[in-house]
């Protein structure tokens, strides 16, 4: 019948369509018809009115029954492709098992016992001396290119996993034979069976193009990497060996890009740099530092930058780990080029320069061009921390805080924009790194005291230091502060509460370590015997203050800091200072302890009604 309402044919109960009940509304149809005939006699003759007794008016044409000797419409013909495709889907899962187990299996099977046979038979030919070393290299030369042969036919028999399996197999017998040529029976130079080696990488990635088979692509590049290895990186010219991971390197990439496997960007930057620190441990030389410094410019653009530039003309969306690996990639290279240049400063300082200065000007391009906020933000990040790597090698150890502080607020500020949680989380990743390079920058002399060897000699002149030292530490505090503020009342972007209140304790703990580092050098140049007391009345006022601002701003985590550390002094002062410090400064530590904790509980009297909100 003919659905009323979208006009489709069908014999079902329900269109397939639109989904209407064709059953119930034949049945209301009919129920209808009956009650205008039942109306009819019962209804007086004389009282009858002429549309009454009227045919019914014709049915509009969505309503027209269809005569049942009427064939339906035919659908509109389906491709062949599709059509091919079907007829191999369903006739797979029709006949499963069977079919399945007949064609694949047992030829992929067949196939696996063929090779092992044939395995055995050239492994018994050659311990009973009856091919030479060159005829047994040309048959492994034959069986690889044959094999390549059969993976090819079952992929035009549409043999999926069988081809690739066989291809497999094929490009690994090429490499072997390869190798044993170069390695046991010296029949080939190490220079040729390198290039016989990329020949047949290439080889392996034309056929996992035509295949669409990013498994083979992967397995290609990851035998034309470990080559050189098993070769040996030092039997290569480093011209040679340079040029040949730099022909893998760039089709690599291309083929990570232009496909979208995003597989091979790891196996590519994850090998070259394993080649190239195997290089620079077992065959580099001095003299090679230009060369080689040229190349790893080329890591850095092929890993660090395409990326961004491929996914902003694309407009394609990569995963956080793509970026990520572009950041690690670069600081890579960042140390890489120092060894080359054996730490010099301004050389090394100058490449980290370099590099801050490239990525930032494709971030900017991609940000005038309104491609991708985004790219633009990773691209800029990665620019300050570069930056950050450059100010750490030209500026005095005492004033790169002041830098790195600076950078961490546009840091945030980018990452904000972008409203990236992984951009994000990498900036207080980098606070940390900040904090504890200060701390251990700032501290090496703290814990030089307990060496007899080193006791008072840098940290009686510190104060020489002291605003440099100053100015980072204050400025690291009001850079993490800063950030808490900007990004809790929503100035930059949307604001983040577990990323603010990250910062937040970041900036009053480093507040309070700061402090404590600078009571501590004051203490140990000009009161050693009231150190002890000493800490214990900043740890009282820091209580205060953080009970302060708990009250001012209805914070209860800071009340609960300032309870727990005075308690925390309280067992300090009972345990330590009353037995190991002077009276003068035990009767210091008591009445500064008793009297904070006397001004904590009147505030807590004071401001009940404030604090529990009734």
């Known amino acids: 019948m ?35 005939a039942l109306r009819i006699l019962v209804t007086p003759r004389s009282e009858l009115r002429p549309e009454m007794v009227a045919p019914p008016p014709a049915l509009p044409k969505s309503q027209e029954p269809v005569p049942e000797n009427v064939p339906p419409k035919l659908p509109p013909p389906i491709p062949p492709a599709l059509l091919r495709v079907q007829k191999e889907s369903s006739g797979s899962a029709e006949a499963f098992p069977e079919l399945a187990l007949g064609q694949k299996w047992l030829l992929g099977i067949g196939v696996l016992v063929l090779i092992i046979g044939i395995g055995f038979f050239l492994k018994y030919a050659f311990d009973q001396h009856w091919i030479g070393p060159a005829a047994r290299i040309s048959i492994g030369f034959i069986l690889g290119v044959l094999l390549l042969v059969a993976a090819n036919a079952s992929h035009r028999k549409a043999l999926r996993g069988l081809d690739v399996g066989i291809g497999a197999v094929g490009l690994g017998s090429l490499y072997l034979t390869t190798y044993a040529a170069a390695q046991v029976y ?58 040949y991971v730099m022909i893998l390197t760039t089709g690599c990439q291309l083929l990570a890009f232009g496909r979208g496997w995003r597989s091979l960007n790891f196996v590519g930057a994850i090998l070259t740099w394993a080649l190239l620190t195997t290089f620079s441990w077992q065959s580099y030389r001095p003299g090679w530092w230009q060369e080689t410094l040229f190349f790893t410019h080329f890591v850095f653009l092929a890993h660090s930058i395409l990326p961004f530039v491929d996914a902003g003309i694309r407009k394609r969306a990569f995963p956080s780990s793509i970026f990520l690996l572009a950041l690690v990639n670069g600081l890579f290279c960042c140390a890489f080029s120092d060894y080359l240049l054996k730490s010099d400063k301004w050389p090394s300082a100058m490449v980290c320069l370099g590099y801050a200065i490239v990525a930032a000007v494709f971030g900017l391009l991609l940000l ?50 972008c409203n990236d949680r992984t951009l994000l989380a990498g900036t207080v990743l980098i606070a940390l790194i900040v904090i504890g390079a200060n701390v251990s920058l700032n501290w090496v002399n703290v814990l030089s005291r307990w060496n007899p060897e080193f006791r008072g000699t840098d940290y009686l002149h510190s104060n020489q230091d002291a605003v440099a030292r100053w100015c980072g530490g204050v400025s690291i505090i009001f850079s993490l502060l800063l950030i808490t503020w900007l990004d809790r009342t929503g100035r930059v972007g949307t604001p983040h509460p577990v990323l603010n209140r990250w910062y937040e304790f970041l900036g009053v703990a480093s507040l309070f370590g700061f402090a404590n580092q600078e009571l501590h050098r004051f203490a140990f140049q000009f009161m050693h015997q009231g150190g002890l007391a000493g ?41 330590l200072d009353t037995a190991q410090v002077s009276t003068p400064y035990r009767i210091l530590s008591c009445i500064v302890l008793g009297t904070v904790m006397v001004a904590v509980s009147f505030v807590y009297y004071r401001f009940s009604a404030r604090l529990t909100g009734r």
């Open 535 to 575: 800490f214990s009345a900043l740890w009282c006022v820091f209580a205060a203050g953080l009970m302060f601002v708990g009250v001012w701003r209805r914070r209860k985590v800071y009340r609960g800091a300032a309870i727990g550390l005075l308690f925390v002094t309280l067992f300090k002062v009972l345990l």
């Open 186 to 243: 010296q029949l080939l130079p190490d220079e040729l069976a390198l290039l016989v080696i990329l020949l047949t990488t290439a080889t392996g990635i034309t056929l996992a193009l035509h295949w669409n088979s990013q498994a083979l692509a992967a397995l290609a590049f990851l035998a034309g990497y470990v080559a050189p290895l098993i070769f040996g990186v030092g039997q290569f010219d480093h011209w040679l060996f340079l040029g």
């Open 2 to 36: 003919r659905c009323p309402k979208c006009e489709s044919i069908s014999e079902q109960r329900f269109c397939p369509q639109c989904g209407l009940d064709l059953q119930l509304y034949d049945e209301i149809a009919s129920i209808k018809k009956e009650v205008a």
């Open 368 to 417: 005038r061009a309104r491609l991708s906020r985004l790219l633009s933000g990773w691209l800029i990040g990665q620019a300050l921390v570069f930056l950050l790597i450059f100010f750490g090698k030209i500026l005095a150890s005492y004033w790169v805080p002041v830098s790195w502080s600076a950078e961490l607020v546009v840091l945030y500020w980018v990452a904000a924009k």
